[in-house]
C-alpha cells in the first residue's frame, strides 16, 4: 500500500471516528426539508387522485402539472429551509454533512426520476406511468432515513426507513387501485412530514 493510500485510509477512519463521536452531540438537522416535502407532495398526491377520479376536470396532463407545481414550490421553500439550517450549531458537523449529502443525492435522484417518467409517459401517450413514481419515491427515502439512521444511531429513525421500504412494495401492489395515490399521500405524512417534525422539535432554536 502506497503512502497517499495508507493516507486516505487514515482520513476514513479519522472521518468515520469524528461522525461517531459527534454523532451523539449534534442535532440531527434537515427536519424542515422532509416536513416541507411530505406535506407539499402529499397535497400534489391528493391532487393527483382527484384528477383521476375526476373529481377535478382538466387534461389528464394536468397529473404532471400538479407535480412540477409542487416540485417548484418545493424548491422555493427549500431555499429558506437550507438558509435557516446553514447559521443553526452543528449544521457542518460531519453528521449533518453525511446525512445532508445523503438527501441531496436522493433529491437529485427524484429529479430524474419525474424526468425520465415524463419522457416515457409522452413516448407512449399515457400518463398512468406516474403511477410507479411512489415505488420510486419511498424507496428513495427508505435509503435515506437508513444513512440518516446508521449514522446518528437513532433506533426510530431506522423503523422510519423500514416503513418507507414496506411502503415502497406497497405502492406496487396498489398500482392498479384507484386508491393508490391517496396511501402515497398518508405515506408522505407518516414518513416524511411526521419525522420531519419530530427533528424539528429535536433543533437547538438558537443560531450562530
Known sequence: MSRDEMQSVHDDIAFMRALAEEGSQAPLLGGGVT???GLIFGAAAVVHWMIQKGVLQVSPWGI???WLI??????VVMMFIIR???ATPGARSPLNRAVGSA???VGFAIFVSFL???AMAYSLKNPIIFNAFPVLILALYGAAWSVA???SGKAWIRLVALASFAGAVVMGLMATS?????AYAAALLLLAFVPGLILLRQEPSDTI
Not at 70 to 75: D, K, M, R, S
Not at 178 to 182: A, N
Open 149 to 151: 439512521a446508521d449514522f
Open 84 to 86: 435557516r439550517v446553514a
Open 116 to 118: 425520465g417518467l415524463a
Open 35 to 37: 416536513a416541507s416535502a
Open 178 to 182: 384507484p386508491m393508490q395515490m391517496l
Open 103 to 105: 438527501w441531496s443525492g
Open 70 to 75: 409542487a416540485g417548484c414550490l418545493f424548491a
Open 64 to 66: 404532471m402539472a400538479a
